[in-house]
Nanobody
Framework: QVQLVESGGGLVQPGESLKLSCAASGSIFKIYAMGWYRQAPGKQRELVAA???????NYADDVKGRFTISRDNAKNTWYLQMNSLKPEDTAVYYCNGEVRSTAWPTSRIYWGQGTQVTVSS
């Protein structure tokens, strides 16, 4: 079994920064792509940023230049550094990862439980 746990959410003022972490644990053989999604009230969940096993990154247009996704393979952890936060960034942020566990020959997508990010003055 594989679990993803996010941390680092909170309440900040516009222009401030937050860093989210997603730690994977359990019977992990390998983690391939990693990503961050968010879901604001009344909206669909959307991709914020993703990083492949080869460290290629992809960002939503409205976070380019402000957010940075990174990964620490040794710790099975990935991060989302969020700078210059705006009220419209307010949402529940979810991490996901394409993980192959030691118990199964193919990979599957796992999700974290979500962490609230609120940007408000």
């Amino acid at each position: 079994q594989v679990q993803l746990v996010e941390s680092g959410g909170g309440l900040v003022q516009p222009g401030e920064s937050l860093k989210l972490s997603c730690a994977a644990s359990g019977s992990i053989f390998k983690i391939y792509a990693m990503g961050w999604y968010r879901q604001a009230p009344g909206k669909q969940r959307e991709l914020v940023a993703a990083i492949t096993s080869g460290a290629t990154t992809n960002y939503a247009d409205d976070v380019k230049g402000r957010f940075t996704i990174s990964r620490d393979n040794a710790k099975n952890t990935w991060y989302l550094q969020m700078n210059s936060l705006k009220p419209e960034d307010t949402a529940v942020y979810y991490c996901n990862g394409e993980v192959r566990s030691t118990a199964w020959p193919t990979s599957r997508i796992y999700w974290g439980q979500g962490t609230q990010v609120t940007v408000s003055s």
